[in-house]
């Protein structure tokens, strides 16, 4: 309910959103617009948030601002596909946090959705998006299943208005954090669990009714999380389920065969080792490059070119920091891609376009191409390089100011008189 | 590679010794209470063989001021023989061809927990917090330092060169750290650094008395500090009674604490040795340096005035989330700042971050660092270091990629005590060496050779001079892709 309600109104503030946005021109600078070639001395053209151009020769509108480019790289905004972002404010304090859905005793958190707990004011946003960072897939975590992420753009006071979908994936885990809780101490018992869930989930439809006059079998989830997992089953909204080992996400892709879910695998640390597979299902793979330790007996096959190993079988891959607070190292995390083997075109996608269209929203996001929603960024240079400066970032249609918490406090301290620097600055 | 040969490895050997003070294994310790701390678990490090090598082509960045397109280092007997634009190579020496490379020190890190929180991260291989008393002084992390922690080989392909294994921050008093050169070996004394002094981990803030809170205490700040002057006077105490009692036990490196020569009390027997107290008495004497683990300006203030108070220097504040608020006072000191480059937000303490914060700590000239405290940024301090860089350059800040460089090498050889032998390519100091793939402060950059005195621990190009833990072998048998 409430999600369909974010979610109609989400297509309205997109709608609605262009009467406060500008007329822009981007000139002169090489445009990726990811889908296709480079563009040298390309255009962009942005009106009422949208874009409506881009190349070489385009005319521009009369009444645009004009943003000179020449010897700038063009971007689309970057999407980050896996955070807690704006769930979160302080990593230790409890109450700030709202991405898990805790004292659960099932481990079952389907009908969570973490959209009424989206912090639009969250001081996370501007320090995120000014490293170009645009868009974010916003998950919960924790369990077996944690509950239902959305995707949104880094700019709004309203989640309704932020949000791109609502929610956009159900999320879970068959990692070894859950399987105490959920597998009985054992990787069987974790997979076991989630077939039972999904059982149940498919014999509740079948006669809802009759469940809510005491005449079914009981069921081992509760009636909101049974009917939150109907989406999942009938495979229109994917199911991102945490796994590292590689016999733990072939045992995943045997699930998702059995129930014909629509899966996309976050982590998948050993996924090189299983690409054939992952390839071959078309599944896709969320993965932070910067994991090469056997930091548990997941990910003993840990390495830095799994992104490029993946993709070289064939497999979709978006590249993710998997962090919050620093979700504005995802350029990092793609730049070593290339390092490890990724070709740069590919990592490129793999912050832009890939994440759009694994979580089904290339339609308006992922590329420069006119129609698509406003998310442009203009580095100084090569956008996955660190010492790359990031000069304007334009998230639909409007340029947000380079200010985040960070900057002021830099700002601030610059002066250490007292007398200075403590008072409010007009 | 050729092998060495054997009269230049002897020589490598004899050079490793004479600058140290690793102490040959047959002599026998001294006894009583004039023993010092030194003196027990010595290191057994020795250089690899290397043969005279010179690495020319690429641009070397020495970490003392130069940067030299096309230049040549020359490593002879473990050392750094000659930098410059040309240099007398002897008949015979290895030639490795850098163009298109960089050349610059090894990476050192002031703040790593590998071996101590072993990988992979079982409750088994949890060893850095002895979490059981808010004074731990007298623990000492090399004897939790597990050689085979595949982390290591990692940082090495990182160009991680030597590194201090710290203690956690559990405790007011963590106990006593080590510093490694980066090497395999099968033994935490087959690492240590020659002639390296020992560290003493503190720890402020959040950590301590979220730990001890329900447990005793401390549970405040305030609790904290109590807890930190409680032990400096015991500690202060011990010394006075050793130094006189003890025969031969010497206060060289005093601190000039004022508490030193008192004339309270007379003659007695010294104390019966004590390890806590040890290690303290060895930082108020100046010969243990203190690494500071503590986020927030106000406090790290307060721990200036109680080193000001005993006597004793902090050669590192680490983390220093909000190092940037005192850097004026910090440069007063001669403190050093061990801080990341963007890390924030985890707890209230990290909140008051800027990614400028290394930079204006070096601004303000005092000595900055970018350490790791990670096992995966430890890989990657280069790139913490050009993201410290470039956050300086945001804000208006000079910032030359020599400084950025000497961030993560010749600082960091400070705030270790081992500036006189690592930190940069200068002639005299160890050859610990990495020549890049790109400019360092690429994202794109891997080191491609390694080298530690002289000699080639790791090349990316050869799978024969690559190490691997004994963790790692047969771990995946047939472990490849199906695709």
Redesign the interface.
């Known amino acids: 309910m409430t999600n369909r309600l974010i979610a109609a109104a989400a297509a309205a503030a997109l709608a609605a959103a262009p009467a406060a946005a500008q007329t822009i021109a981007i000139t002169g600078g090489t445009v990726h617009p990811i889908s296709g070639p480079a563009i040298p001395n390309g255009t962009v053209i942005i009106q009422n948030g949208r874009i409506t151009a881009v190349g070489a020769g385009v005319a521009i509108p009369a009444g645009a601002v004009r943003i000179d480019a020449t010897g700038k790289t063009v971007t689309p905004g970057l999407f980050e596909s896996s955070t807690n972002l704006a769930l979160v404010?302080?990593?230790?304090?409890d109450a700030s946090a709202d991405f898990q859905f805790e004292d659960d005793e099932d481990q079952v958190a389907a009908a969570f959705n973490v959209a009424d707990g989206i912090n639009p004011r969250s001081m996370?946003i501007p320090v995120t998006r000014i490293a170009g960072v645009t868009t974010v897939v916003s998950r919960p975590s924790g369990g077996l299943i944690a509950g239902q992420g959305l995707a949104f753009d880094l700019i709004g006071d309203r989640v309704d208005e932020m949000a791109i979908r609502s929610p956009i994936a159900m999320y879970g885990s068959v990692s070894e954090n859950e399987q105490e809780a959920a597998g009985g101490g054992t990787r069987g018992g974790l997979f076991m669990r989630l077939r039972e869930v999904l059982e149940d989930a498919r014999a509740w439809a079948r006669n809802p009714q009759g469940f809510e006059r005491g005449e079914t079998r009981e069921f081992s989830a509760s009636r909101l999380d049974l009917a939150a997992l109907q989406p999942v089953l009938r495979g229109e909204l994917p199911l991102v389920l945490e796994a590292h080992r590689?016999t733990d996400i072939q045992a995943a892709l045997r699930v998702a065969d059995e129930y014909g879910l629509k899966l996309i695998i976050s982590g998948g640390t050993e996924g090189?080792?299983?690409?054939?597979?992952l390839?071959r299902a078309r599944v896709p793979v969320l993965v932070k490059v910067?994991?090469?330790?056997?930091?548990?007996?997941e990910?003993?096959?840990a390495r830095y070119d799994n992104a490029a190993?993946l993709r070289?079988?064939?497999v979709q891959v978006a590249i993710t920091t998997g962090e919050?607070?620093?979700a504005?190292?995802l350029?990092?995390e793609a730049?070593?891609a290339?390092?490890y083997g990724l070709p740069y075109e590919e990592a490129l996608r793999a912050v832009t376009l890939y994440p759009a269209q694994i979580f089904g929203v290339a339609d308006r996001y992922g590329t420069l191409e006119p129609g698509k929603v406003a998310n442009v960024v203009v580095w100084d240079g090569d956008p996955?390089?660190?010492?790359?400066?990031v000069e304007h970032v334009i998230i639909r249609g409007r340029e947000v100011p380079r200010v985040s918490r960070?900057?002021l406090?830099?700002d601030r301290?610059?002066n250490?008189d007292e007398n200075v620097r403590s008072y409010r600055q007009p | 590679m050729k092998r060495a040969l054997s009269a230049l490895a002897l020589a490598a050997v004899a050079a490793a010794c004479s600058q140290g003070q690793a102490r040959p294994a047959d002599r026998p310790a001294p006894q009583g209470a004039s023993q010092r701390p030194a003196d027990a678990f010595p290191s057994t490090y020795r250089p690899l063989p290397s043969s005279p090598t010179v690495i020319r082509g690429g641009t070397v960045m020495t970490a003392a001021g130069q940067v030299i397109p096309n230049g040549q280092v020359l490593m002879v007997n473990g050392r750094i023989a000659a930098v410059g634009q040309t240099v007398d190579a002897p008949a015979g020496a290895v030639v490795v061809d850098a163009t298109g490379k960089w050349v610059t020190p090894g990476v050192i890190d002031t703040h790593s927990h590998l071996g101590a929180f072993g990988?992979?991260?079982?409750q088994a291989h949890s060893d850095g917090n002895e979490a059981t008393n808010p004074n731990t002084a007298e623990v000492w992390v090399e004897h939790s330092v597990w050689p085979q922690d595949?982390?290591f080989t990692?940082a090495l392909e990182g160009g991680i060169t030597s590194l201090q294994i710290l203690p956690g921050s559990a405790n007011l008093f963590g106990g006593r750290s080590v510093t490694l050169k980066n090497v395999p070996s099968r033994t935490v004394q087959g690492m240590k650094f020659p002639g390296a002094p020992y560290g003493l981990k503190m720890a402020c803030g959040?950590n301590p008395k979220r730990v001890y809170g329900q447990r005793g205490g401390p549970s405040t700040r305030m609790g904290n500090v109590a807890g930190y002057r409680t032990a400096w006077i015991r500690a202060a105490d011990y010394r006075r009674r050793m130094d006189r009692g003890g025969s031969a036990g010497g206060s060289g490196g005093s601190a000039g604490s004022g508490e030193s020569g008192g004339s309270n009390g007379s003659g007695g027997t010294p104390p019966s040795r004590d390890l806590e107290l040890e290690t303290l008495a060895g930082v108020l004497r100046g010969e243990i340096l203190v690494h500071n683990h503590c986020y927030r300006a106000d406090e790290m203030a307060q721990m200036i005035d109680i080193s000001r108070e005993f006597g004793f220097r902090i050669r590192s504040f680490h983390h220093g989330v909000e190092a940037?608020?005192i850097?004026?006072l910090m440069a007063r000191d001669s403190i050093s700042g061990s801080l990341w480059a963007?890390?924030?937000?985890?707890?209230?303490e990290a909140?008051?971050?800027?990614?400028?914060n290394v930079a204006?700590v070096h601004q303000a000239g005092a000595r900055a660092i970018v350490h790791s405290d990670d096992?995966?940024g430890i890989?990657?301090l280069n790139?913490e270091a050009?993201?410290a860089?470039?956050a300086g350059?945001?804000?208006g800040i000079q910032v030359s990629e020599n400084d950025a460089l000497r961030w993560i090498t010749a600082n960091a050889a400070w705030a270790l005590g081992i500036h006189d032998q690592v930190g940069t390519l200068e002639p005299g100091k160890q050859a610990d060496v990495v020549v890049w793939s790109h400019n360092p402060?690429?994202?794109?950059?891997?080191a491609d050779r390694v080298y530690i005195d002289g000699a080639l621990i790791f090349d990316r190009m050869d799978p024969s001079r690559q190490p691997q833990t004994d963790?790692?072998l047969g771990?995946?048998p047939g472990?490849?892709?199906?695709?």
């Open positions: 404010e302080v990593g230790s304090v996370v590689a090189w080792m299983v690409a054939g597979d390839a910067l994991r090469n330790l056997p930091e548990s007996f990910s003993l096959g190993l070289r079988a064939g919050t607070f620093k504005f190292n350029r990092q730049g070593n290339v390092a996955l390089e660190l010492t790359t400066d960070e900057t406090l830099r301290y610059m250490l | 990988t992979p991260g079982v595949p982390g990692r959040e940037y608020k850097r004026d963007d890390w924030w937000g985890f707890k209230m909140l008051d971050f800027t990614r400028a204006m096992p995966t890989q990657k790139q050009a993201k860089m470039q350059r945001e804000a402060f690429s994202v794109y950059a891997r963790f790692e771990l995946l472990g490849t892709s199906n695709d």
